[in-house]
């Protein structure tokens, strides 16, 4: 028999948000959109070595978060999602130089793709798919979310090639470098730009509330990762057997403490960044920029939506089974 250790007790948001309440998605529409991401994941051969993926519904759950979205942006996102998702997946077993090396293979194919948009990758495969992704972008965003797209899946790109070399080197990174990679190791920098299209939203570097368009999509990113280092902890101890690569183990190197003293640092760290965002997000929800205000009503909501996930989905995703 087995039994589960909780993870690490989390703040929730939702009371710092009052009276924000998600979107309530057609039962049909959700199961809809989930059918269409199982099929393409099917095309593509992007099953993870588990059948874990089986337990994620990626396509119903970005339908739930942007039921009014048009669903041709809906399915691409979730396409992404899950395709990143599953690429994480390998980075985690990397362990080696020969396993850097496959790893590096497979990063250069991904660049390869992205850099020669006419490519078409033979087969399946992650590289075929992240083609056929961006292919179906480029016909249905606006040039300005297509580049937005290409420069936050170039960023991944690069973190984890990062990430593959702390991993094998057994390196601690600083707490800074960390969490600016983890915003796009999380996909959580791609979920927020990817936001903008499913929202109607285009705000471009130089107009007026641009700033503050910047300001909270990096104070929701790091609430957004903290909530997901904190969540998914107990899990990944059990996995690795020792301390994972997330930020609790980071901020134990850096400060030279235990790790109870750490998981106590990063509680401290996700309140105080929660309390951030909600400051930045406050004045911008009556904002008198149409777009600036639907962005903020957005990452409110998916802020809450997020919470929620956490404390329902992943209670069950990220425990650790003990014998």
Known sequence: MTTSTPCPSVPSLAGLLPGVEPPVAEPGLREAAERRLRDWVRRYDLTPGTDEWLHLTLGADTAACWPTADMDVVDLSARLYFTFIAVGEVVEEVADGADLARFVHLLMALTTVLEEPGRVPDGRGFDAA???????????????????????VRSLLGVWHW??????????PGVDHYLTARRHLSLMWLTRTLAEPLCSVTITPGSRHYDDFLRLKKAATRVMVIHHDLASYAKEHHAVGGVPFSLPGVLMHAHGCDLPSALDRTRRMFTEAAARAVDVLRPLLSSPDPMMRRYADDSALFLVMTDAWYASVAAERYVAPVR
């Open 130 to 152: 992240l083609a056929d992704v961006l292919r179906r972008s480029a016909v249905i965003l606006s040039p300005r979310h297509q580049e937005d797209l290409l420069a936050s």
């Open 163 to 172: 990430e593959a070399h702390h991993r094998v080197t057994r390196t601690w």
